[in-house]
């Protein structure tokens, strides 16, 4: 990976440059930082979050909308792509750019993580996986190799090593072991199947489960392969979330300071923010469209549940902060009986809001990094979605370990599971959930969700009725 | 959305979505009009009306109707709701034209239901023209009555009748039609109505959608159209590709050679629409040829906009290729953009359809619409 030499500015900011990739931290704060990082589409700045188009569009919005919302990158899924309409016919298409008419950056994921969490049938040896067809039923099997074939026909400015993942919360210590050696050998064999480097920026994913013995060993061994920037993997599985910020405080700090970070499958505005404390990136998930077609908006206190009797005349916008088009036109009143109703119509404004609020928050954790306030950010940020105390003890050791001291001195601290606080329907803040809640809703949801086919993405709490719905909007699939 | 649709002149709302969720009183409360509680720009004619083309469930409507009360569809099921009620929501909405309740009932009821239908509907009409006298919200709007009576001219004549006579209808609706009456009956019921009504009221005309039978509809004298028959082309995955002017492109056509690449099949069949190729028949297959079905295999990699020539936000953007996709993924977005363009092509047809009245040409534009079908007809052998 010997690219050119680095165009050297009298900077004292940790940077990179790789033939297809160059990266700049701009300012420093703590462990946070903010930087610009040069794909081949665009110029990105970060922190950022990334929305997710599983199937080459970001549900229920389109392309032009999502330009209109500042998003810089948005992510493919390469598994479904590849199911349909198939790599090869968007190749013939110009690429996934072309074919979805996105002009910015793009990143598309290896297919691995789809095949084990979708698929009951996939095993894993040092092949490959091997799956079960769900088209035909036949024996397929995704090799590092074809994995990056797949994603250089796709042509996404970054793309990613198939990994060997391993849930978190398996409990087999020896297959992690077995995954994060695998996960190694396998990125030797991505990068040499990888025939775009100049046009397509290889990442590799840390992996190693919870053990920060397997995490050490596998960020030295993909450190060492000086990919244009790394990911950490294995998380946001449904582990607890002590160990989750352990796990990314431990990877940030081990990984080069001048490459980009990114923790994949992250989408909560919380925990962007802790992680952003400890230094990571860019972040990844379905979650903000996805708790969109359940009815949820996304605020700075926490979320709003559109479907609740609440909103049946309150003729506030969603956010009154956000200014977004949808809280420029539309009240919570008007949105209420359309999320009732589980209309596609409410899907759309709700997610076009929801992406709205996560790139604000990714622009304003940038602003406070840069203007060197991140600390006080953090805290009021926190402050806002635990206005009543009981602030999670992950969010504190997060906060510890960026070396951030939050201001607790809120009564009720301490029980830190945030299920004293039910809604008593008094305070206007009884409305929001904190998305911790709305995190612990999700977990106890996800049998049940993911009995019905869906991913195991990042869920949240579902009615029969949108449960349904979503089937039928993800049906197929 | 709806800003890049530039030539929106009146936006219809179906007032029955307004009975419960949002209750009027939601939209009443509302600092402002209920119409800005629904963001709908100033700038277009809000016409309230009692029957949502998209949701309309056939002889639905008639199941538990009493002198009392209609019966009407709504998105949990079916709902009795009175004139009062109905006008509540109506006021609620402060449209620019709302559409008196009237009992609907589907063209092949029995003659007794529609001779009732005629009877209530008239009842309603002063029913909720008495309490729109009384509601400041509606001072300066217009009422339309909606004109019933099923498929059986002697009812259909004595309701335009009793409507015209009602003093103060500024509009009437033709109602009812789209639900199983034969094009003959149709285009007899229109005659009958129309000629019964006052020359200088508009007319507004339900649930027909075809281009053919909208240039019938105004040879009759309508004016006005709901957009019903979008909603099901658009649910159907289909984007309207009928040319805006056939007559003048036949024309061109003759003075012009045809391209080789039109293929040795197309020497004996016209070209489905502008720009469209054999694939676009193909896909057709069957149907009219004014749409393309883009479910059809045959645009998984068609990189052509859904119409060639046309400036909608969709054909702008996107290819056949990525619709096709887009359906085939179940993606909402599929349905978004094809209404875009669906809407878009309808509202260009429609400017058309004024511009050659305007010029005293309409009888020749219309001709044109014919002698395509009857050309699409010879080619394919029908
Ligand atoms: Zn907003
Ligand atoms: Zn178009």
New binding site residues.
Partial sequence: MAGPPPMVAPSPQPGSSSPALHFEVLAQCGRARAARMTLPHHTCETPMFMPVGTQGSVKGLTSQQLLDLQCQVILGNTYHLENRPGAELVADMGGLHSFINWPRGMLTDSGGFQMVSLLHLADINEEGVTFQSPTDGKRMLLTPEHSIQVQNRLGADIIMALDDVVPSTAADNARFEEATHRTTRWIDRCIAAHSRPHEQNLFAIVQGGLDERLRDISLKGLVARNTPGYAIGGLAGGEDKRSFVRVVSQCTAGLPEGKPRYVMGIGYPLDIVICSALGADMYDSVYPTRTARFGVALVPQGVLKLKNAAYVQDYRPLDEECGCMVCRRYTRAFLHPLAAKGLPFAASLISYHNIAYTMRLSGQIRRAIIEQRYPSFVREYVAQQYPRGGVPDWVIEGCQLAGIELDLRAAGQGAANGAAKAADGTAPAAEHVPHAEEDTCSRATAPAASSGGIGKEAGACESGSLAAWRQEQQGHG | MLETLTDVQALSLDVLQFLTQPKPEVLRGFPGSGRRFLAMDGRFVLVATARDPGIYEYAGAMRQATNNHASVTVHTGSSNVTPAQYMQAVAALAPDVWVALSDDVPSDCRPDRAAKAVDRSAAWLSECMSVAAAAPELSGAAVFAAVQGGQYLRERQRCAETMAAQPGVAGFVLAGLGTGESPSQRRQIVEQVVQRLPAAAPRLLCSVGTPEEMLEAVAQGIDMFDMGYLAGVTAGGY?LSFPLDPGAQQQQQQQQPMPASSGSASTDKAPAADGSSDADAAADGGQDCSKINLWAVAYRTDKR???PG???????NHTRAYLHHLLQAHEMTAQVLLE???T??YLQFFKAIRASIAAGTFAAYHEGFLQRRQRLLMGAGW
């Fill in positions: 984007a906009p859904l119409l046309c400036n909608c936000f969709a054909c702008a875009v363009h669906n878009h092509h």
